[in-house]
């Protein structure tokens, strides 16, 4: 912003001075035009919050500038996530830093109101998932109204163990686990993942794979790169592996986080302990 990182941004609210850098782990979404961070870090779970800030034009002085919103109803969290859906900022699950969250809550930016949708969705509680909304697109099985999607996760940020379910809703109440469109064949345990809608759904990542060597866990025998896409006519996913790669840490689980601009596909990952500046892959799809 304006030539500055996060470390030098401060605002003055209530005679208060307040700094951005807190919230520079924080999953953040575009929203009724204005740029929005929520909550505490994406990966932390030491970090935890119910910080809410944006960047906008003000209408009056025509600068471009950083506000400290008033915080959220919802519960100081990490590894939650932030969509922009049916022209809402949407808050999903998290962890409060000791247990996993599975409430969902939206913002109106015309009422400046927080409403809690369901204190408690039908999706197993986890944070650090992807989650993507998607547009309606009449007659196609399963994208015919707007929805909101979520992929993933873990219950524990620092005892990982990854989930694989994707579910989605129609209204943010209501929760379908897509069975139907279900990721098969099995692809593995994500170590980092993340949802993204360019004209179909796509699922970007990093999978362990290999022989199982208890139910329900993987070995990470190998380890894949790869963007999955849905063909929902088909009622497939369609696997491109990826030869340039992207960050991996050691193998850790990481959290992975994604934009498409201009038909661009942007990728970049967090760690939970963040030392740089992460690498920012580029992809342009055939």
Sequence with gaps: SNGKDFSQIEVVSNNQS??????????GVASGGKLWLVGGSSVDPARISKEVWY????????????????????SARMGHCV?????????LGGSNGNNPLNDVWNYDQ????????????????????AAVATPASPGVFGFEKEKMWIYGGTEDPDEIVAKMDLWSTTDGVTWKEETTLAMGPQRGQPNGATLFWDKGLHLAGSFKLGTKANAGEYNG????????????ERFLWEANPVSWGWEQFGGNTFLMQSIVFNRFWFF?????NIRTAPKLNIFIPS
Excluded at 113 to 120: E, F, G, N, R, S
Excluded at 268 to 272: A, N, R
């Design 18 to 27: 307040y700094s951005l850098s807190e919230m520079s782990q924080s999953p």
């Design 55 to 74: 960047y906008h034009k003000n209408d009056q002085t025509k600068v471009e500038e950083w506000v400290r919103s008033n915080p959220g109803d919802f």
């Design 83 to 91: 969509v922009d859906f049916q022209n809402k900022l949407w808050v």
């Design 110 to 129: 015309s009422s400046q109101k927080w409403i809690q949708k369901t204190a408690k969705a039908n999706w197993p509680a986890r944070c650090m998932f």
């Design 221 to 232: 025998a190998t380890l894949s790169e790869m963007v999955y896409s849905l063909s929902a």
């Design 268 to 272: 970049w990952s967090l760690f939970q």
